[in-house]
C-alpha cells in the first residue's frame, strides 16, 4: 500500500459560484475539461481519456461549494484517497476561488499541481476565464 500525500491548489476565477459548479459537478462540465467523455448512472462517473478509462464515485456534493469523488479502480486503498474542488467566494470583495485537493505519491507532488495547473487553465479557458 502506497502512502499517498494530500494536497492542494488554489485558483482564482472570474465566474459565479453556479456556473463554476456546473462544470465541476455535471458529466458534461466535466467533458469539456477534465477529461474526454464523462458519463454518470448515479453517483458513478465513469471518466474517458484517449487510451484509458477510470470510474470515481461522487462521495460528496453540496450545491455551488464543493464535489468530492473517490477513484473506484479495484485498488485495496481506493477508499483512502480523493479528490474534491471546493468553490470559496471572499466575503468581502465576491472574489471567486477553486481549491483542488488530492493525493499524489511524494515524488509525484511537483506533477500533479502541474497536471491540476494545465486542467484549470483548460476550465478557464471554457468558462472565459482566462
Do not use: C, H
Not at 502506497?2 to 466535466?30: A, C, H, M, R, W
Not at 448515479?42 to 471518466?47: A, K, M, N, P, V
Amino acid at each position: 500500500m502506497s502512502n499517498k500525500i494530500f494536497f492542494s491548489v488554489e485558483y482564482d476565477f472570474q465566474s459565479s459560484p453556479q456556473l463554476l459548479f456546473q462544470y465541476i459537478s455535471t458529466p458534461s462540465g466535466l467533458s469539456e475539461w477534465f477529461a474526454d467523455n464523462v458519463n454518470s448512472r448515479g453517483e458513478l462517473f465513469q471518466f474517458i481519456w484517449d487510451d484509458s478509462e477510470e470510474q470515481a464515485k461522487l462521495i460528496q456534493s453540496k450545491s455551488n461549494e464543493k464535489v468530492r469523488f473517490q477513484w473506484d479502480n479495484g485498488e485495496e486503498d481506493d477508499k483512502d484517497y480523493y479528490f474534491e474542488f471546493k468553490i470559496e467566494v471572499d466575503e468581502i470583495t465576491k472574489d471567486v476561488s477553486l481549491v483542488v485537493s488530492d493525493f499524489a505519491d511524494e515524488d509525484e507532488i511537483e506533477e500533479s499541481k502541474l497536471l491540476w495547473d494545465n486542467l484549470i487553465a483548460d476550465l478557464k479557458q471554457v468558462l472565459g476565464s482566462a
